[in-house]
């Protein structure tokens, strides 16, 4: 039992480069998100997705897009990669989208954009 | 508005003490989650533990507690008998029933365990 996977662990590109970064979690949850860490500021939610075929804009989407490809997987995409966007980002799942339900995370991806 | 806030950038303690990390929050929704994870030099967070709102008792969890004061809108941890793997950040986490896709997160305190 995995739990959340990320791949890949580290990645530099350059500004105006493309990447995908890829979750999947093996725990049979309805929720995915994605998140990014920035120095004193805690996790802040870029996107998620409720359910399988739902997505839905967080706190700082601009610049991303994702896809829920089925149950498991929700990608993260960079279209066009900027400094600013120079973080570690995070997959979580959890059960389902209610108060009590823990969010489980996945090891980070570390992105540095030069 | 800061919804978490952690009054505490960093904290200090000996091993084998108990520690208190500070979490105070904001919401006017009657249904929420409180959660503190742990995210040691290595980069992982590490779910620790969870009260909900409508519990009456306080959430332990091995040698971690969250003192739940509802009212005052404080759930703080403590860490008893601190052991040198404790040294990591700390965040608080809340999770309301009307925005349930949304965990925030507070800046975070750093722990640090001193032999």
Not at chain 1, 61 to 66: A, C, D, H, S
Not at chain 2, 86 to 99: G, H, I
Request: hydrophobic letters at 30%; a neutral charge; charged letters at 15%.
């Amino acid at each position: 039992n995995a739990g959340v996977t990320q791949t890949p662990k580290f990645q530099v590109l350059k500004t105006g480069q493309s990447m995908t970064l890829q979750c999947a979690q093996d725990m049979n949850h309805n929720s995915m998100y994605w998140y990014r860490q920035d120095p004193g500021m805690g996790l802040r939610l870029i996107y998620y997705s409720a359910s399988e075929g739902t997505t839905d804009k967080g706190e700082v989407p601009n610049g991303y897009n994702v896809s829920r490809l089925n149950k498991r997987e929700f990608s993260l995409r960079l279209e066009s990669a900027a400094p600013s966007q120079t973080s570690v980002y995070f997959c979580a799942s959890s059960e389902g989208e209610a108060s009590q339900e823990t969010q489980y995370f996945g090891p980070g991806t570390r992105l540095l954009v030069l | 508005a800061q919804k978490i806030t952690q009054t505490q950038p960093g904290m200090f303690v000996q091993e084998k003490e108990a520690v208190t990390l500070d979490c105070t929050y904001d919401t006017s929704d009657p249904s929420y989650g409180l959660f503190w994870y742990k995210q040691p030099s290595s980069g992982e967070m590490i779910f620790l533990i969870y009260q909900g709102s409508y519990d009456q008792q306080n959430a332990t969890e091995g040698r971690y507690s969250l003192n739940f004061q509802k009212a005052r809108k404080s759930a703080n941890l403590v860490i008893s008998a601190s052991q040198l793997g404790d040294s990591a950040m700390y965040f608080c986490a809340m999770r309301e029933d009307n925005y349930g896709q949304n965990f925030v997160f507070g800046p975070g305190t750093r722990l640090s365990v001193l032999p």
